[in-house]
């Protein structure tokens, strides 16, 4: 019995066969849409023909790349739907935890100034009834 591709393959390079598929999926329907709205605009404006004739080659290849890379990366499509969690390193656990007692920080000290501004205001206040 004969491996198909699919048992060759490790989960991450399916994982990341899957991401390359819809990134390219993704690029081809874009390209559709683009093409669409120079067809819509040249038939349109019959004027400018010559210079949309370009762009809609240079489209219809940029769609034709775009699905054979998605042909190439189809095994992508039996991938799980899972994700992968990748284990951050430490140095961007120290920066994490850095921001957010940084954060903490300026939050405490943004309630002390607005503390202090508000005894400052009943003092002012109190100050004027005592002249009053």
Known sequence: MALSSYDTMSRKDLLEYKRKYQAFRHH???GLGFLSVALA?????LESSEILTPIIFILMLYILVALLFTYKYRLG??????TIKIQPSDEIEKEKIKAETEKERLKLEKKKTK???KKE???KNKMRKTFK
């Open 28 to 30: 081809a329907w874009a």
């Open 41 to 45: 605009v040249r038939l349109i404006l």
């Open 77 to 82: 499509l039996s991938a799980p739907d899972e």
């Open 115 to 117: 503390t202090e501004a």
């Open 121 to 123: 205001k009943k003092a």
